[in-house]
């Protein structure tokens, strides 16, 4: 069974920095794009970051470009996010998730193969 796990999350002041983690457990981890979502109390899932199987190519949420920076470690089964910058808008449940490439070019969330617990940040301001 293909376990997503996320950690780094956390509290943080508004203008801080947090570095999100998450660690795949498929055998075929290099196959898949990798991305983030998050989700506000009350709020529609948003799209974050996502990047390509290579890394060569990469993808952000409208809110969070030249704050966040996605990379992933196909060696280690791992994407991170650094999140710098951070806002109190920032603040939600962040999910790792694992799909096509497509799926993440559409930033449908529910076109994803896989997809982790969440881990929450929250910005305070």
């Known amino acids: 069974q293909v376990q997503l796990v996320e950690s780094g999350g956390g509290l943080v002041q508004a203008g801080g920095s947090l570095r999100l983690s998450c660690v795949a457990s498929?055998?075929?981890?290099?196959?898949?794009?990798m991305g983030w979502f998050r989700q506000a109390p009350g709020k529609e899932r948003e799209f974050v970051a996502a990047?390509?199987?290579?890394?060569?190519?990469?993808r952000y949420g409208d809110s969070v470009k030249g704050r966040f920076t996605i990379s992933r470690d196909n060696a280690k089964n791992t994407v991170s996010l650094q999140m710098d910058s951070l806002k109190p808008e920032d603040t939600a449940t962040y999910y790792c998730a694992a799909g096509d490439w497509v799926a993440f070019l559409d930033s449908d969330y529910d076109r994803c193969d896989y997809w982790g617990q969440g881990t929450q940040v929250t910005v305070s301001s």
């Open positions: 498929m055998r075929t981890f290099s196959n898949y794009a």
């Open positions: 990047i390509s199987w290579s890394g060569g190519m990469i």
